[in-house]
């Protein structure tokens, strides 16, 4: 491009050449999708979920249709997430950073203007001219550097988005198990908080008819009392459970009156095995992708900067200086560097460095991903034998006992007051299976997150601006 | 009742020939006969020996022996067995020859008699013969008079009966243990002229406590008071057989007492005489009417009356949780508590509780309701006129006219003369005189 512009013909070629560039630059728009199809395919192909990004009235309309159809009935874990994904605000706020991203890689697609100067100088009546047209050859040239650059940063805001539309399923599948188990606690110990207030009447009757000394009475009073503040407890854990689902749904005014499910899922009947879990998790988790990403982006600029290590900001101008009387100069100009002082193996160094740097993070992402995943499905079959064990033996057992406490009963070998207590007991031992679900759901919830490397404690927190990976990348 | 209580008249139900231990001993040991039944067996006829008249066993039977060289030779094995404590409960106890209590050894006065005991049990153990007068190497206290018998050995003892009275048999090694587990059982020595202290009917019975938790089968040796099962030889009722008496015979009830608290057996209908002690004879004189004799721990009573009063007449120990069964005695009393509102709520957490006791107990023993495994209702059994709300320590002395001699099977229940039941007043009731106004109650 960097032309000797003496004949008018090779000024032509030179504007057909400019015009070729603003067409090549021309191929960096605006994708119509504004590259939140993949955001889209991901939520669709991994949580089986819609996701909206409200741009317009219209689609706050069809947003609210929707939401307002699926709050009609009572929640299940999978509408709440389905809520979450429509309406959370913080959401659509993220979704935002597509566009800026995009904006930033249409950027790069483009080159600077060309510019025009124009110079007039005198000197003893001397009128110097100077007419440069500047143009941004260099800008040209690195275009494609720059654009794949811009492109892995809108690659990776778009897995960003992800992990965030990810890790907002996540966290409202988190609040929603903990609501619906709080409120099943709660309702539990309503069937307590009933035990022990039909012990403390008796004991106010017998205590009236003289069956019984104040002291038991007391007793039996105290017991009511306390059970009474647990109550409120659970309720409150309930509530406040609630409310954290509530936010995480975007829900307020008449939409926060939705109605949970009754119950937690059910425990499946057998825990999921998976085969090549850690191969599963490599090829799934975002990231090991975006580190990997990333480290094959160094790679490119490692070479760059070996190619052009003379080479600084480098202006191609062409110049057009006319010096009054005398005859237009025109020309060129590059301006090179003389590695003499900087041979720039400095830079290269650097480079070299920062990209080995990422190559040992993708190293420690990956050690990390492999070990969270395993913990994860560890957590997540412990989680399991011990909410079965609750089902299967403790809650079983904790019946028999009752059952057979009420044989005594029968007999008249114990009294109310033991069974009522017993009651108790069983309706407790029901609430820890409830809190061992609940657990349970939470790891499955776990480690689905795991093997997509999003939500969990390693999950997308590694990405930060990962432009420049030395100064941000690689774990925490 | 029920019909478990008729006796067993069948010689079957004896059987003969169960284990001998050591080959070696076969020749010279006698057949151990076993029982497997826990219904009140027929007198045992002495078909050698000296003549005597022979006592009923109350859910027991008497032992037979053989004569050998002018010894009498009876054979005891000590062992694990199962007791019906009454229908619906068995509990696993130690005993002899198939039963707790052993069967009752029966003998006369200036008998010589030889007694094998086999020991089939896990652990050692000896027979004492309470009350009897014997060598002091015949006395069965181990350690003290004789080394103990170890399992499955067989140790000889052998006496002259040099009294006749009521006396009783039991472990003096791991005493505690071996009581608590039911062994034990009667022995009576019969006067060398049957007319001496002679009377129709001569019934015999050892009390025993066992605390066997609803639900399990095996005592629980470590109780000191709290039993839940105040048994006569190791059963209770309903399960225990009346007396069965003819009209105008002379009876006599001995009993003997093995738990660890007195009983004060009070029967119904008569006054009698306590004519015996584990002591012997009570001399003529020194005896005095009651309707109620005490047993402290440890001894052995015999009374008798003559059976003129027709009637089926409760006898029982007077201690009336010794009246029932397994009770909880930590149970609060609910009398006079209303709980209708309340039942409601405890339904919701216990679908099938029922309320009991705000007007007392007496529903116990009309509402059959499930109850744990292997335990018998606190209070039952159907009398004619309804239930008769008992356990444990009672039965029922059957004085009825035309009841053949020998005959002990249940005569079923008695037929009221017309008019000789107390029965609801339908005349006037008077106004109930009231207290006169402004004074204290």
Excluded at chain 1, 71 to 95: F, I
Excluded at chain 2, 51 to 68: A, H, K, Q
Excluded at chain 2, 359 to 385: C, E, I, K, R
């Amino acid at each position: 491009m960097i032309t000797n512009k003496k004949q008018p013909s090779t000024k032509l070629r030179l504007l057909a050449g400019i015009t070729l560039v603003a067409l090549l630059g021309g191929c960096a728009t605006f994708s119509p999708d504004g590259g939140f199809n993949s955001v889209e395919s991901v939520a669709k192909e991994h949580l089986g979920k819609e996701v909206k990004w409200v741009k317009t009235d219209e689609d706050r309309q069809k947003v609210y249709a929707q939401v307002t159809a699926i709050l009609a009935k009572p929640l299940t874990a999978d509408d709440a997430v389905q809520v979450a994904l429509l309406n959370n605000a913080g959401l659509q706020a993220t979704y935002s950073n597509l566009g800026i991203a995009e904006a930033d890689l249409v950027q790069a697609g483009r080159l600077h203007n060309p510019g025009f100067s124009f110079q007039r100088l005198e000197k003893a009546n001397v009128f110097e001219y100077e007419r440069k047209f500047i143009f941004d050859v260099f800008g040209l040239l690195t275009m494609p550097t720059r654009t794949a650059l811009e492109q892995r940063r809108f690659d990776q805001t778009k897995r960003r988005v992800t992990g965030e539309v990810m890790r907002i399923a996540a966290d409202t599948r988190r609040a929603y198990l903990d609501a619906v188990a709080a409120q099943q606690t709660a309702r539990y110990m309503d069937d307590v908080r009933d035990a022990a207030e039909a012990s403390a009447q008796l004991a106010d009757r017998m205590a009236k008819v003289g069956n019984w000394s104040k002291l038991d009475q007391a007793r039996q009073q105290v017991f009511y009392v306390e059970v009474m503040s647990q109550v409120a407890r659970s309720h409150q854990a309930a509530r406040s459970e609630r409310e954290k689902l509530t936010r995480l749904m975007g829900l307020w005014g008449a939409g926060a009156q939705f109605t949970l499910s009754e119950r937690l899922p059910d425990l499946p009947a057998a825990p999921r095995e998976i085969n090549n879990l850690e191969q599963t998790a490599m090829s799934q988790r975002m990231d090991v992708q975006m580190a990997k990403q990333e480290v094959e982006g160094l790679a490119k600029s490692l070479g760059l900067t070996k190619a052009t290590r003379f080479i600084n900001v480098l202006d191609v101008s062409y110049l057009n200086k006319s010096t009054a009387g005398e005859p237009n100069q025109t020309g060129y100009e590059v301006e090179l560097q003389i590695p003499i002082f900087d041979w720039g193996d400095a830079k290269v160094a650097k480079a070299e460095a920062m990209y080995m740097q990422a190559v040992n993070r993708v190293a420690e992402i990956a050690v990390n991903a492999r070990s969270q995943t395993r913990g994860a499905y560890s957590a997540y079959r412990t989680a399991y034998d011990i909410s079965r064990h609750y089902r299967d033996d403790l809650v079983p057992l904790r019946k028999r006992i009752s059952e057979e406490n009420l044989l005594r009963y029968n007999g008249m070998l114990i009294g109310t007051f033991e069974l009522l207590a017993d009651a108790r007991e069983q309706v407790l031992s029901v609430n820890a299976y409830i809190s061992t679900l609940r657990e349970f759901w939470l790891a499955d919830t776990n480690l689905k997150m795991a093997l997509l490397g999003a939500g969990t404690d390693s999950g997308m927190s590694t990405s930060g601006d990962t432009a420049m990976p030395g100064e941000s990348s690689g774990g925490h | 009742m029920n019909s478990r209580r008729n006796f067993i008249r069948t010689a079957g139900a004896t059987i003969l020939g169960a284990g001998i231990v050591s080959k070696v001993g076969a020749a010279s040991v006698p057949e151990a006969p076993m029982q497997t039944v826990a219904t009140t067996q027929p007198p045992l006829i002495p078909p050698n020996g000296r003549p005597y008249n022979p006592v009923v066993t109350l859910n027991g039977w008497t032992l037979p022996w053989r004569m050998n060289n002018g010894w009498k030779e009876f054979h005891l094995i000590a062992e694990p067995v199962v007791r019906e404590m009454a229908e619906g409960m068995n509990a696993h106890l130690w005993g002899y020859n198939g039963q707790s209590p052993g069967p009752t050894i029966e003998c006369v006065e200036g008998d010589k008699v030889r007694i094998f005991v086999t020991n089939k049990l896990k652990e050692h153990t000896t027979t004492h013969w309470h009350g009897i007068i014997l060598p002091a190497g015949m006395d069965g206290v181990g350690g003290l008079s004789q080394p103990q018998i170890p399992p499955g050995k067989t140790f000889v003892y052998e006496f002259e009966m040099k009294k006749s009275g009521t006396f009783m048999y039991h472990p003096h090694a791991d005493e505690m243990v071996q009581m608590a587990m039911g062994m034990y059982g009667s022995l009576v020595v019969h006067p060398k002229n049957p007319n001496h202290h002679r009377v129709d009917r001569d019934f015999i019975f050892i009390m025993t406590a066992y605390d066997i938790d609803p639900g399990s089968y095996t005592p629980r040796i470590n109780t000191m008071t709290d039993f839940n099962m105040w048994t006569w030889n190791s059963r209770v009722f309903p399960g225990i057989d009346p007396f069965v008496i003819n009209q105008g015979d002379r009876a006599r009830i001995r009993f003997g007492n093995l738990t660890m608290t007195n009983h004060p057996i009070h029967m119904h209908g008569y006054d009698f005489e306590v004519t015996c002690t584990d002591g012997g004879w009570v001399p003529k004189a020194a005896r005095w009417p009651e309707v109620t004799v005490d047993c402290a721990v440890g001894q052995m009573r015999a009374f008798e009356f003559d059976a003129i009063y027709p009637g089926d007449w409760a006898i029982h120990c007077h201690k009336s949780h010794h009246t029932m069964n397994a009770m909880g005695h930590s149970v609060p009393t609910s009398i006079n508590v209303e709980t209708k509102d309340v039942v409601e709520k405890i339904t919701k957490l216990v679908p099938d509780y029922m309320a009991m006791g705000q007007d007392g107990m007496a529903d116990m023993a009309v509402m059959s309701m499930p109850l744990p495994d292997n335990t018998l209702p606190m209070m039952t059994g159907q009398g004619p006129f309804g239930p008769v709300e008992m356990g444990g320590m009672f039965s029922v002395v059957k004085v009825h006219e035309g009841i053949k001699r020998g005959d002990f099977k249940d005569p079923g229940w008695y037929k009221h003369p017309k008019g000789t039941v107390a029965s609801e007043w339908n005349g006037p009731v008077p106004d109930p005189v009231k207290a006169p106004k402004g004074g204290k109650a």
